[in-house]
């Protein structure tokens, strides 16, 4: 069967030596546009280990990127306490009611991982909202719109005991969250992502709800692989799942992915929509950053069958 992803021919489209400043890693990138420009912001990692988030622009969002030299939110400020160990796997999202880009990512520290927020108008400089989901909570996407007023965003807690589902919850101001429900379950048994889930880039509207993009995990001999998946969520009460794919869409194969510092992963956290076109941006091996693109049609049609 021909696979519903294709890969862009230019993958790794950026990796560690593009980087203007010495890189150990590139990785889990957030994907929008701004003036022009397809925008990543990516998770650095530098040769101490420890990760900040930088911005590239590029015209075609393939090639001629242009990395800012300085990071968008850099880890260890003293002021920013929850992320002295990282600022890690950035989500973008514009909120057009806003008129920002919000920024959901992973604030690391001696706590834990826990969920932070910020934002920014023009991608130079960000300004941080804070914490809104305490330790161990990560893979948090904002939807792009207010459901019957409030804001909504995806989230992923440890439960303990290795349950680790996708939830959601509710904000009338973007820094209170509540409502929490769970949308997605990780799977049962030996299904792919029996180990854990979480959401990977935020939301799309398409004709029959939210699509998301998320992860899965199933350990093979004591390894992880994290897969691709996708579903489908109701358009106004986005914690109903309309559809789901039985079984992963995208996996490790290609060199960059199957080799690298964590092999077996690739990690969807950039989603754009160009044309009849899904541009899924996504971190390979946790080493470089990488584009594959589908018919949206085709994603579709298989989390919500006709
Ligand atoms: C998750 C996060 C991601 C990483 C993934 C795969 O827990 O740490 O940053 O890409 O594991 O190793």
New binding site residues.
């Given amino acids: 069967m021909k696979p519903i992803f294709q890969r862009s021919p230019h993958n790794p489209i950026l990796a560690a030596r593009d980087m203007p400043f010495p890189a150990a890693a590139v990785?889990?990138p957030g994907a929008t546009e701004h003036e022009g420009d397809v925008v990543l912001v990516l998770?650095v990692e530098d040769h101490a280990g420890f990760s900040s988030i930088y911005v590239a622009r590029s015209k075609d969002g393939v090639t001629g990127w242009r990395i800012q030299p300085e990071p968008l939110l850099r880890h260890g400020e003293p002021r920013w306490r929850y992320e002295m160990y990282g600022c890690?796997?950035p989500r973008v999202v514009y909120l057009s009611e806003q008129g920002y880009w919000y920024i959901t990512y992973t604030g690391y520290s001696s706590s834990g991982a826990a969920v932070a927020l910020a934002r920014t108008k023009d991608f130079v400089e960000a300004e941080r909202v804070g914490l809104i989901f305490s330790p161990n909570n990560?893979d948090s996407a904002l939807f792009p719109k207010r459901f019957n007023g409030r804001w909504a965003v995806l989230h992923r807690p440890d439960a303990g005991g290795g349950i680790e589902d996708i939830w959601i919850a509710y904000s009338p101001d973007l820094i209170h969250w509540g409502e929490p429900r769970c949308v997605l379950r990780e799977g049962y048994g030996p299904a792919w992502d029996a180990v854990k889930v979480g959401a990977g880039p935020p939301p799309v509207l398409t004709e029959f709800g939210w699509l998301l993009i998320y992860h899965g995990v199933k350990a093979y001999g004591g390894e992880?692989l994290?897969r691709a998946g996708a579903a489908v969520l109701d358009e106004i009460e986005p914690h109903e799942v309309i559809g789901r794919t039985s079984g992963w869409l995208f996996q490790a194969e290609e060199i960059y992915e199957v080799s690298g510092l964590?092999p077996g992963?690739v990690?969807p956290t950039g989603m754009l929509i160009r044309g009849d076109e899904l541009w899924m941006y996504y971190?390979a091996a946790?080493t470089c950053v990488c584009l594959a693109t589908a018919k949206l049609k085709d994603v579709l049609e298989v989390v919500v069958p006709q």
């Fill in positions: 990785l889990n998770r890690e796997d990560k992880l994290y964590v992963v990690f971190g946790d």
